[in-house]
């Protein structure tokens, strides 16, 4: 595979990561904006699924050479950042 090939595959995928992170994202301030409860068990359920696939996706994309384990590595801890004001934000209410 040619470098350009090569180039244009990774800024892909990392778009398509990012555009993934993007949507949990949006599902964590939606929870913020309305301070539902975050130990609801189905806002947990789907925000864990869509967590973990996002990982299993960032695993791929790495062992395939697409994005480094930094960067994967650093969409995961912004998310989990949010998740962490979202906490903070319910039980300081």
């Given at each position: 595979m040619d470098t350009k090939s090569q180039t244009s595959f990774q800024?892909?995928?990392l778009e398509l990561l990012v555009a993934d992170a993007d949507k949990?994202?949006?599902l964590i301030r939606v929870q913020?904006?309305?301070l539902t409860m975050p130990q609801c068990p189905l806002y947990e359920e789907v925000l864990d699924?869509?967590?973990f696939g996002?990982?299993?996706e960032?695993?791929?994309a790495v062992k395939l050479g697409l994005i480094e384990r930094e960067k994967g590595k650093g969409i995961l801890d912004s998310l989990e950042k949010e998740l962490s004001v979202l906490h903070d934000a319910y039980?300081?209410?």
């Open positions: 800024e892909k995928a949990i994202a949006r913020m904006d309305h699924t869509q967590m996002l990982s299993r960032i695993d791929f039980t300081d209410k």
